[in-house]
C-alpha cells in the first residue's frame, strides 16, 4: 500500500478501493483508471483520472498481480463490495510508520507527492492532475487534459532511485 501510495500520490481510499479491472500493466504507459465504484466514492471530480504506475508504485503492483487471489479487490482486508474502511486501513499503516519515522503518517506521502513534482517542475495544471487536485481556474477544465503519455513522463521524473 505505501509503495503504490508513495509513487502515485493516491489518496489512501483511492487505493484501497482499487479493483483489478481499474488496473492496466500490459499497456505502453501502465496505469490505474481511478473511478467510482458502490464501495468507495472519489473525493471531487478532478479525482477521476488515469493514474501512471512508474517507480515502486508499478513494481508493487506487478508483485500483487502475481499473487493475487480469487478476489476482484488489490486490498482484501480493508475493503468488500459493501465498503472500503480508509479509517482502519490509516491507523494499521500509521502505526507501522511510527515504528520508523516520528513525524510520517500516511497522508503526508500525498504532500511529499506534490513536493517531488514541484521540484521537478512539473506545471501546475498537470501536478492538479496527476494528484486529483481541484483547479483552481475554470480554464483548465477545458479540453481533454494532458495525455497518459504526458502523465507519465512527468511521473518518470519523479521516481525515486532506490539503488544502494
Known sequence: ???????????????????????????????????????????????????????????????????????????????????CNGNSASATLNKWLKQYTEQGVIHSFRHSFRDRLREAEVDIELTDQLGGWASPSIGQSYGSGHTLKQKYDAMQRIVLNTSP
Open 1 to 83: 500500500m505505501i509503495a503504490l501510495i508513495s509513487d502515485t500520490g493516491m489518496r489512501l481510499s483511492e487505493a484501497l478501493g482499487l479493483v483489478w479491472s481499474d488496473v492496466e500493466l500490459n499497456h505502453a504507459y501502465p496505469h490505474v483508471n481511478l473511478v467510482e465504484h458502490p464501495w468507495r466514492h472519489l473525493k471531487t471530480s478532478g479525482s477521476k483520472r488515469l493514474m501512471p504506475l512508474v517507480g515502486v508504485s508499478l513494481e508493487a503492483v506487478k508483485v500483487m498481480h502475481q499473487q493475487k487471489f480469487s478476489t476482484q479487490f488489490l486490498f482484501t482486508s480493508h475493503t468488500s463490495a459493501a465498503k
